[in-house]
């Protein structure tokens, strides 16, 4: 029996199991889809954060790029106008710079002609003032007010000694070309040379003064007599013309072997009246007591050509011929060379022999 009631005891198989676990069903049911829904609650808000937070940070960083964009482009506008006043700074630089170099070459310059007034001039150490400078009163130089020469390929032709028989053939040639010349003439009184020194100015000429005897011993004699001699002439050319002359030659070029105790002083007191004297850088050699071929002239004279300024020296004189006979293959040679002509004015840059620098 009691074997039989303890196995009696025991659950009927599976029904019975089953009974047990129907009862328990309807709790094991409902707890997790309780907590299922808070879940996929939780889950969409943490989504719905995460959307906002990446929505915020992507508006952020779009605002920031934004911001830094137009940084940049601030940035880059101030750069632009930072180069461009960098630029101008710079062309100012430049300009100042030049500027303060020409100011410098000035400024050497005149310590130059301070030097050359010391050296040449014609006070005295005391400051008293030679007597010359005193003398012929009327001899001045007529203001210049025309334009400035100063080289890129000009040649001036001068003449010298004239007039003469020549001086027409002369005229007659540079017209035929439009060339215009100078002629330093001597003191001659004849009608026929009155007449030729009226026909180089009415020709657009330049007349200048050569000394009025063109003896060297005499011109040459002191400073006095060098200033009587070209006041002389001076004076006579504005009684046969109606011009009177600015320009003038040494007889025998500025520097030679009879003006050597006065030539500094003849300098600065002509310099002083105004007066402006030229040398030459080529010479048509044509001053021979045997004519030299008109060929040899042209040649010699177009020794020139290469210098940015050439003043030629020829002779107007009864025996210069062959002078006359070169001059147009003097002026074409020149002209072939790229040259222009002029007539010597105070206009035009000085060509003269070297002296020595002040010490």
């Not at 005229?171 to 009608?191: I, M, N, S, W």
């Not at 009879?258 to 002083?272: H, L, T």
Request: aromatic share 10%.
């Amino acid at each position: 029996m009691e074997h039989t009631t303890g196995r009696s005891a025991q659950p009927n198989s599976s029904e019975e199991l089953r009974v047990s676990l129907d009862g328990l069903a309807p709790i094991q049911e409902g707890v997790p889809k309780r907590r299922f829904a808070a879940v996929l609650a939780l889950a969409a808000a943490l989504a719905l954060a995460c959307g906002l937070l990446a929505f915020f940070c992507v508006c952020q960083r779009y605002d920031y790029g934004l911001q830094l964009a137009m940084r940049l482009d601030s940035q880059a506008a101030e750069l632009s106008q930072a180069r461009d006043e960098l630029a101008a700074a710079r062309a100012e630089l430049a300009r100042r710079t030049e500027d303060l170099a020409q100011r410098e070459e000035d400024l050497a310059q005149a310590r130059d002609a301070i030097a050359l007034l010391e050296e040449y001039s014609v006070a005295a150490p005391d400051g008293t003032v030679p007597e010359y400078a005193t003398l012929f009163p009327d001899f001045y130089a007529p203001e210049w007010t025309g334009e400035t020469v100063s080289g890129g390929r000009v040649c001036c032709l001068t003449f010298d000694d004239g007039p003469s028989a020549s001086t027409g053939r002369l005229l007659e040639a540079l017209d035929r070309y439009g060339v215009k010349a100078t002629f330093f003439v001597v003191g001659k009184t004849g009608e026929a040379d009155q007449q030729r020194m009226r026909d180089i100015v009415a020709a657009g000429h330049t007349l200048a003064m050569h000394s009025w005897s063109h003896d060297y011993k005499k011109v040459y004699s002191s400073v006095e007599a060098f200033l009587e001699e070209f006041d002389q002439l001076y004076h006579w050319i504005y009684e046969v013309t109606g011009t009177y002359p600015s320009v003038y030659r040494f007889p025998g070029g500025s520097i030679n072997g009879y003006d050597r105790g006065v030539y500094q002083e003849i300098v600065a007191e002509m310099a002083r009246r105004g007066f402006v004297y030229f040398d030459w850088n080529a010479s048509a050699q044509d001053a021979t007591l045997t004519p030299l071929p008109a060929s040899a002239v042209a040649a010699n004279c177009l020794k020139g050509v290469g210098r940015d300024l050439v003043v030629v020296l020829a002779h107007d004189g009864a025996a210069r011929g062959t002078t006359v006979d070169a001059l147009p293959a003097v002026i074409e040679g020149y002209q072939a060379a790229g040259y222009t002509f002029t007539a010597l004015h105070p206009g035009v840059e000085q060509v003269t022999f070297g002296y020595p620098k002040p010490r």
